[in-house]
T-cell receptor, first 109, second 114 residues
């Protein structure tokens, strides 16, 4: 039972912003929203996480809808190194992650 | 940041044999670690939660007698795939970390059963 839904793939031009959407309509009040990305044959890499408020870090921004049923990961300027599969995940209980299908991001030079 | 290390990175074994994969937290203590499995072109699937000093908790559909988990210390959890068969070939990944913040994933172990 997928707890998050994401588009299978997206494309972006290099140096342009990318908005990766995620729906999590069954989220409860204590579930954290995490984003990780994965390159082939590597473990997932942390991108960002949040609970209710929008979050910014050096890698990205996370915009969380007011009802928390959806969120958007924002990469401000896509680079070729940002090409990866991006997973939107709900942390139901401490660090126990149920991954969705992820979005494969292609960055076009 | 904190590092979680897996060993080996890849392993090939014969059908019917057992394989042990180690997951270590290098610079922090982890009372809980998690094991995931990932088939080609698919997402990660949580297999089990490894608890230091107690039995692991397995997700529905994961055979506990086939995937033995031992978490004997605060820095080491092991996953043993017993009587491995070709359908067990997969990418196995562990993770650890404090709750409600960044989780740290190992680099993964590619298991091929021939």
């Amino acid at each position: 039972d997928a707890k998050t839904t994401q588009p299978n793939s997206m494309e972006s031009n290099e140096e342009e912003p990318v908005h990766l959407p995620c729906n999590h309509s069954t989220i409860s009040g204590t579930d954290y929203i995490h984003w990780y990305r994965q390159l082939p044959s590597q473990g997932p890499e942390y991108v960002i996480h949040g609970l209710t408020s929008n979050v910014n870090n050096r890698m990205a921004s996370l915009a969380i809808a007011e009802d928390r049923k959806s969120s958007t990961l924002i990469l401000h300027r896509a680079t070729l190194r940002d090409a990866a599969v991006y997973y939107c995940i709900l942390e139901i209980t401490g660090n126990q992650f149920y991954f969705g299908t992820g979005t494969s991001l292609t960055v076009i030079p | 940041g904190a590092v979680v290390s897996q060993h080996p990175s890849w392993v090939i074994c014969k059908s019917g044999t057992s394989v042990k994969i180690e997951c270590r937290s290098l610079d922090f203590q982890a009372t809980t670690m998690f094991w995931y499995r990932q088939f080609p072109k698919q997402s990660l699937m949580l297999m089990a939660t490894s608890n230091e000093g107690s039995k692991a908790t397995y997700e529905q559909g994961v055979e506990k007698d086939k995937f033995l988990i031992n978490h004997a210390s605060l820095t080491l959890s092991t996953l043993t795939v017993t009587s491995a068969h070709p359908e067990d070939s997969s990418f196995y990944i562990c993770s650890a970390g404090p709750f409600h913040t960044e989780a740290f994933f190992g680099q993964g172990t590619r298991l091929t059963v021939v």
